[in-house]
């Protein structure tokens, strides 16, 4: 399978919003071509935000959403590779596209010569779990995902 990944910006963002409407909705719909958000824009110029979509027959069939998180104190000015979001269209799964995406991750933590790259999985989520160790991850402690 041939397969690109492409960094999410406003440029493709059209795109991008569709893959999230699959995501949503379980089915596709007709590429649409709305402007971008003052907002969006906004996020997506943020230097220390990324997205990338992982493409298969000119069509985004995944994503990873990535965060530099900076630190100081113990941490010596060397922050976190956060990741916030990790998704690939079920008929794509198991191909290895997930770890293709996760290796941006890595990719960044070099780039910001970061301490490390942390992310929650759901507890409800094994499959999700799986993956991760594969990709090298540890279970270290448990925690609480909170929002206000």
């Not at 995501?23 to 935000?49: G, H, I, M, Q, W």
Request: with cysteine.
């Amino acid at each position: 399978m041939h397969y690109s990944i492409e960094r999410i910006t406003t440029e493709n963002y059209n795109r991008f919003e569709d893959i999230v409407y699959w995501r949503v909705n379980s089915v596709e719909r007709t590429p649409t071509y709305t402007s971008v958000s003052d907002a969006v824009k906004n996020e997506l110029e943020n230097k220390d935000f990324y997205v990338y979509a992982v493409e298969v027959e000119n069509r985004f069939v995944g994503w990873i959403s990535l965060t530099y998180i900076p630190k100081i104190g113990i941490w010596g000015g060397h922050g976190h590779i956060f990741v916030d979001e990790l998704w690939v269209q079920p008929d794509y799964r198991g191909k290895g596209l997930a770890k293709t995406l996760m290796k941006k991750a890595d990719e960044l933590k070099e780039k910001y010569n970061a301490t490390g790259i942390r992310l929650y999985v759901n507890v409800n989520n094994p499959t999700a779990k799986g993956l991760y160790e594969k990709c090298g991850y540890v279970e270290d402690g448990q925690a609480y995902f909170m929002e206000k």
